[in-house]
Each structure stands twice: as structure tokens, then as C-alpha cells.
């Protein structure tokens, strides 16, 4: 059951909202305020844009994706219309958090950060199977390769843009000016979803992609404006790039790594109506162990991907045939556990 604070609202008529999910189908929302979403001290600018107002009236988790069998995963909440359109114009590096970013704005007029490293190949893959899930995703692409015109002045981005401004293997995500990161990095354990089938829901997928970078400050609220002047905020996971390698502590862990990926555990078992997780990382308790009841939910969400869509992913993440073909099968491999373990 949905704890009491969770209701069900209407439709945001905001364009942005289109970004987000398949419209027509209802949303799990509350009217409860941003209870234990602690806001860092720490600078992280590149995760406040936007100019949505400072209140929200509701907050959001999950949006139903209705026959999630039927979606695009290669595209995800975009499509080729909407995607980074060269040249793209130099605007600024961005020093925030513990990738190599810069800023930069295309041919549209639309402005992107470009994300670079290992995480582009991880980020643009999960973001598709989160969105696919019913969960609240940024619009996100991977660019083989590309230019930009008039880079200077670089830090740590200069190892992946070269003096001309040539760059491969990068992550476009796009920044709408109508969306306002809320720089709000909630925790796992203490939400306004907190109890709810649908944050067990992400937690179980977070596992299923072993997340061990599933830390507070890797989550995040996007602000949508709706049409009346309100604004609707969605708890989102910001940052799915530690993931798809192996979960561990500092020293332990690997991104995009298909042979670490498919040897590590997902279940332990089934114990006391909880459903017991194998996770190793930086997240919360509720990675640990969710309620049975709440896995068959999910299940029966996650469930509903195929293996095209699943290789429909990890094509839209620049990964090889092998690659695509390893993670998908492992997934699927996950998903029947958890039918099994709940059944």
C-alpha cells in the first residue's frame, strides 16, 4: 500500500514535463515537504540550474510507463530530434564533483553538460533502464566524437578535449533552463517515499546495476514548473556512472566492467518477508533488504523489458556488440532471480 501521504495529481502541462516520461499515465506523488533531504555545504553548482520557484507543492518518484514491453530504450525520454546537434560552442569547465565536465551549447541553442571517463558508457545505459522503470531520469546522449569551438582555459577536462577542441566518448546532458536541479541530495533511508514499493522499487534496480556509488549527494531533486506557477519536484537519482563492474568498498570497485559485472551476486535470499540484497557500496539501508512484497511489484515492472530493449541501451551507450550482448544477459539474468525469489 502507498503510505498516506502519497496521492495522486494531475498531469504538469510544462513542455518540460515531456522530458521526463510517456504522457497520460499517473504519477506517485506527495504533499509531504522535503523531510530528510539534507542539502550539502559543499559547492555543487553544476547540480542547481534552472529557474523553477522555491516551493513545490508535490513531490514525485515514479511515474507508471503503462506497457513498458512497448518503449524505446535506444532514444529513452529523447529522440534523434532532440539530441546534441554540432557545432557545439565552448562555455565554460565545469569543476564540480570528481568528473571531467565542461559546458557547452549546439547548434539548437540547447545546453548540454558534456561528461567525459569511464562513467559516460555506465550513465547513458542505467538511464535508460531507469527511465524505462518509471523513474525520473535527466535527457542524456553518448557522442562518439565530436568538436568544440573555442576551448581554453582547461583543468582536468584537458586530457579528453584536445587543443583543437576534439573529444571521443562523451555524455551530452542536456540542460533545459526551465528545470531546476534543486541541489536537495536526498538520503536512501530518509525520504518523503520512505515505506513505499516504489523506493524499493529503485533500490532493488540500483543493486540490479550494481550502484556502489549510490551516495547521498549522487541523488537530487529536479524542480518542474507547471503551468498555474507551481512546480512539482522529482526525486531522481542524479548520477547512475558507478555502476555495471563490481561493488566494493574504495579500493574494491570497477565501472563498466562486464566480467566483474557478471560475477558478483544480486540476492542473498528470502528471510522474515524481506528480500534480502547482496550490495556492497556507498548507499543506504534499504539497498540492504526491501519487503517481499514490494520486490513482486517491481518485479513485475523490470520484468516487462525485453532483451531488445535491453540491447537497445547499451547500443545508445557507445557499447561494442560483446558488451551489449554480456550486460544484457546478466540483467536478464537478475531480473529472473528476482520473479524467483519473489515467487
Not at 62 to 77: A, C, E, I, M, N
Not at 133 to 142: D, H, L, P
Not at 187 to 192: E, R
Not at 309 to 319: H, W, Y
Request: glycine share 10%.
Amino acid at each position: 500500500m502507498f503510505p498516506r501521504t502519497v496521492v495522486r495529481t494531475r498531469l504538469l502541462a510544462a513542455p518540460a514535463i515531456a522530458l521526463a516520461f510517456v504522457l497520460g499515465m499517473p504519477a506517485l506523488s506527495s504533499a509531504a515537504p522535503l523531510a530528510g533531504a539534507k542539502a550539502e555545504k559543499k559547492d555543487k553548482k553544476d547540480k542547481k540550474d534552472g529557474q523553477a520557484p522555491a516551493a513545490s507543492v508535490v513531490t514525485s518518484l515514479w511515474r507508471s510507463q503503462g506497457d513498458v514491453s512497448k518503449l524505446d530504450l535506444y532514444w529513452g525520454l529523447g529522440s534523434e530530434a532532440k539530441s546534441p546537434k554540432a557545432p557545439f560552442k565552448f562555455v565554460k569547465e565545469d569543476v564540480s564533483g570528481t568528473n571531467p565536465k565542461v559546458r557547452v551549447v549546439d547548434a539548437n541553442g540547447e545546453t548540454w553538460n558534456v561528461k567525459f571517463a569511464e562513467e559516460v558508457h555506465s550513465e547513458v545505459a542505467c538511464s535508460r533502464i531507469a527511465w524505462a522503470c518509471g523513474f525520473m531520469v535527466e535527457e542524456s546522449y553518448f557522442v562518439p566524437s565530436g568538436t568544440i569551438a573555442g576551448v581554453s582555459g582547461l583543468g582536468r577536462a584537458k586530457k579528453y578535449v584536445g587543443s583543437d577542441g576534439s573529444f571521443h566518448d562523451a555524455m551530452f546532458e542536456k540542460r533545459p533552463a526551465e528545470i531546476t536541479r534543486r541541489g536537495t541530495f536526498w538520503s536512501w533511508d530518509s525520504n518523503p517515499f520512505s515505506g513505499s514499493r516504489e523506493l524499493s522499487g529503485l533500490a532493488i534496480l540500483a543493486v540490479m546495476l550494481n550502484d556502489w556509488d549510490a551516495k547521498q549527494d549522487n541523488n537530487n531533486v529536479l524542480a518542474i514548473p507547471d503551468s498555474d506557477g507551481s512546480s512539482k519536484d522529482w526525486y531522481i537519482v542524479a548520477d547512475w556512472g558507478g555502476t555495471l563492474g563490481k561493488m566494493g568498498g574504495v579500493f574494491s570497485h570497477s565501472k563498466w566492467d562486464l566480467d566483474a559485472y557478471r560475477k558478483q551476486a544480486f540476492i542473498e535470499g528470502v528471510s522474515g518477508g524481506q528480500v534480502k540484497l547482496k550490495y556492497s557500496g556507498k548507499g543506504g539501508n534499504i539497498l540492504n533488504s526491501v519487503p517481499v512484497e514490494h520486490a513482486r511489484w517491481f518485479a513485475g515492472v523490470v520484468g516487462q523489458l525485453t532483451d531488445e530493449q535491453l540491447m537497445q541501451a547499451f547500443r545508445a551507450a557507445g557499447a561494442s556488440q560483446t558488451e551489449a550482448t554480456g550486460f544484457a544477459a546478466r540483467i536478464r539474468e537478475k531480473i529472473n532471480e528476482l520473479k524467483s525469489a519473489v515467487n
